[in-house]
């Protein structure tokens, strides 16, 4: 057991390291806000509501909601041949007609096939261009490319519940 007066020194020194601890923190906080190189909160995105608010929409009565399709995760293309893509987590769902159940039974059938679509377009490009794109083009590109290779009906829109770039 330690006595007072050593004791006492104990309690110095571990103040003294903590107090210089907390120092370097607070210093390199203030650094990063004064030098505008902080930036809180710059790559969150405003999430899409989900299949039961957009529903509730008085102009939504005539449409449903197709969300089989869960998560997908999937790669961007490389910035350089050096490192891979960024990996993507989507889960997308799509608003259709509610009386085009044909639609329905095409999206059920083609499931995979919109998987490896909606894969297939991160792909190709680079985490950057997508972010520069924003979301709301990323959608309209996937809807036009969904819609383009449905044959018994178009979706209305696509929602993503999810879009993460994991680095």
């Known amino acids: 057991m330690l006595k007072y007066s050593e004791w006492n020194k104990s309690t110095k020194i571990l103040t003294g390291i903590i107090a210089a601890i907390l120092l370097v923190i607070l210093f390199v906080t203030a650094t990063a806000l004064a030098s505008g190189n902080f930036a809180p909160g710059k790559n969150l ?14 102009e939504s009565s005539r449409l449903n909601a197709y969300t089989d399709f869960g998560q997908i995760r999937t790669q961007t293309k490389s910035k350089n041949n050096d490192t891979p893509g960024t990996v993507v987590v989507i889960a997308p769902w799509f608003s259709y007609e509610k009386a085009d159940t044909e639609l329905f039974e095409e999206l059920s059938n083609k499931e995979l096939f919109i998987e490896n679509l909606i894969s297939d377009y991160f792909k190709n490009f680079t985490e950057d261009q997508l972010v520069e794109k924003g979301e709301v083009e990323v959608k309209t590109e996937l809807l036009e490319l969904i819609n383009n290779n449905l044959v018994l009906g178009k979706i209305r829109g696509i929602y993503f519940q999810t879009y993460i770039f994991i680095q």
């Open 45 to 58: 995105r405003r999430s899409d509501p989900t299949p039961a608010q957009v529903l509730k929409r008085p």
